[in-house]
């Protein structure tokens, strides 16, 4: 199993750029989670998804994030316009059956916006 | 407010001992809490899940007590070695939600 890919691995944008982060959940995983994680703020749950429909979003920070998960094995998480305290790491996780999940990440989307 | 805490940012144990991990929470009702390790660059992974009804989960060289009366989970790697080295991650999940709240982390590191 290649586990949760997230692309790219790297982004370096300009502020005012837009962003566009990518993920592939496991095959079969129900459950989707985009998660954020900054020295300052630690690991932070974003929005999550189950059987493809966003269930809780409050933990996207304002107007600019959006997430979609247009079918079972892909989501995205863009950010327009972006700006330097968006600077992150991003990670995806998935997870199946019901909850509690115990969730597997993906190697993250390291992001820096100058 | 509600708080997760990690009380040690950094952890230094000698290799063969036990190291002792605590996460604290206020303001919560877990129903569930999780331990992950996250190594450099990389995403967490998952280790143990206990609930609220349990006092105590083992899984090889891992232990995790949870004491709800005090509020806290206690993290437990005996006969420790370098390879342990890592950031280990707590994470609640409270009744009626399914949304997992991570504590800061504490950086364990083994000595040779």
């Known amino acids: 199993d290649a586990g949760v890919i997230q692309s790219p691995r790297h982004e370096v944008t300009e502020m005012g750029q837009e962003v566009t982060l990518r993920c592939k959940p496991i095959?079969?995983?129900?459950?989707l989670f985009w998660y954020r994680q900054t020295m300052m703020r630690g690991l932070e749950l974003l929005i999550y998804f189950n059987n493809n429909v966003p269930i809780d979003d409050s933990g996207m920070p304002e107007d600019r994030f959006s997430a979609k998960m247009p079918n079972a094995s892909f989501s995205t998480l863009k950010i327009q316009p972006s700006e330097p305290r968006d600077s992150a790491v991003y990670f995806c996780?998935?997870?199946?059956?019901?909850?509690?999940?115990?969730?597997?990440f993906g190697p993250g989307t390291r992001l820096t916006v100058t | 407010s509600q708080k997760i805490e990690q009380n040690s940012e950094a952890l230094n144990i000698q290799e063969g001992k036990t190291a002792t991990l605590t996460c604290n929470y206020t303001n919560y009702s877990p129903a569930y809490l999780q331990w992950y390790r996250q190594d450099p660059g990389r995403g967490p992974v998952f280790l143990l899940l206990?609930?609220?009804?349990?006092k105590e989960k083992r899984k090889e060289r891992l232990k995790v007590t949870f004491d709800t009366t005090l509020k806290q989970s206690l993290f437990h790697i005996t006969a420790s070695q370098p390879a342990d080295s890592a950031t280990y991650l707590c994470a609640l999940v409270s009744f009626g939600n399914e949304k997992l709240t991570f504590g800061t982390g504490t950086r364990l590191t083994i000595i040779p």
């Open positions: 095959s079969g995983h129900n459950s």
């Open positions: 206990i609930r609220e009804n349990e």
């Open positions: 996780a998935s997870g199946v059956g019901q909850a509690p999940y115990e969730q597997y």
